[in-house]
């Protein structure tokens, strides 16, 4: 037993240092951080018109059906702090599998 939790201590050390070491916020490569942010409100922006209703304060049009789901929310408000690195992929994503054309960027 005293393995047993010495070994998951010591993969839960491993775990943490590799999630410090992630870089957190900002645009992806090969974006300006205003190229980021236009993205990921375009993005948004067809998110709320074609999938979901996001509301304006959120970014979106608020003229989509339905609730957006959480992958979707979370994405958006990574995009509003900063991190389009992280919310860009992931509008990406949705849209495609609501088998909406993703914009490209600008």
Known sequence: MAKLVG???LM?????????????GGPPPGMTVA????YCTKLTTVYSEYVAGVSTAMGGVGAGGGQPD???RV???????????AGIP???RELRNNKVDVPPPS
């Open 7 to 9: 070994s998951v201590g």
């Open 70 to 72: 959480i992958d979707a």
């Open 90 to 92: 992931v509008l990406q």
């Open 75 to 85: 994405a958006i408000a990574q995009c509003q702090d900063g991190n389009t690195a």
């Open 35 to 38: 190229q980021g942010q236009a």
């Open 12 to 24: 839960t050390m491993s775990l943490l240092a590799v999630g410090c070491t992630q870089t957190a």
